[in-house]
């Protein structure tokens, strides 16, 4: 009946709404106040919705927390997978991808990954959801390295592309959270100094092929 299929629409959208609300609020107070710092009540208050539907909608605050790292994580994963398949060299994608890692600090993402990694540590419930979120990011990574390393002509016998993936997934995560206790001891020459080494390896697998 026209009523009825109006009257479920209305439904669905009260709660996407709501559940927007609550989610966006969450990724506010993360950045500002850190989850341990975040009651249910501060959270539906910075929401504008009751408290119970925090409850009803996700079951606990630690299900938000985690709903709203995946969000983000999609949003920005997506941003670099479009990037990576795009036709530029590969030391321009590694450019792009290191220019990012800088920007997006002002976004307060990597406040709030470190935020939900430290809640992981003492919850084992909730660490295989942000395995997850690890493993989403060292998917996207190793691809682009296992490209650029076809690219580069590197020997991947010598130079593992899952060793590789590795070292730069982890010192991303240093540079990280170097950035978020304000740290940022050889940053900028460990960063001139790889952009160094591809353009070498650039130059001489270009020289190879001639």
Known sequence: MP???SGEHAVTRARADATTA????????????GYAGIT??????????????????FGSMEEVFLR???????RLTERQAAMYAGDAPFIE???????????DRASGYQKIVYELFAMSWNKPEIRARVVGINERWTETVAGAVADGMRELGVDTRQFPAKAITCLIVSF????????LTGFDYGHAELLDMIDQFLVRLSHEHEEGTR
């Open 93 to 103: 994608k590694w450019r792009t991808a290191m220019r990012y890692l800088f920007e």
């Open 68 to 74: 709203v790292l995946e969000r983000f994580t999609a």
């Open 22 to 33: 609550i989610m966006d609020a969450a990724e506010r107070l993360l950045v500002e106040v």
């Open 3 to 5: 009523g009825m299929v």
């Open 40 to 57: 249910a009540r501060k959270l539906a208050d910075a929401a504008g919705v009751n408290l119970g539907l925090i409850h009803y909608y």
């Open 172 to 179: 991303n995560k240093g540079i990280m959270l170097d950035g």
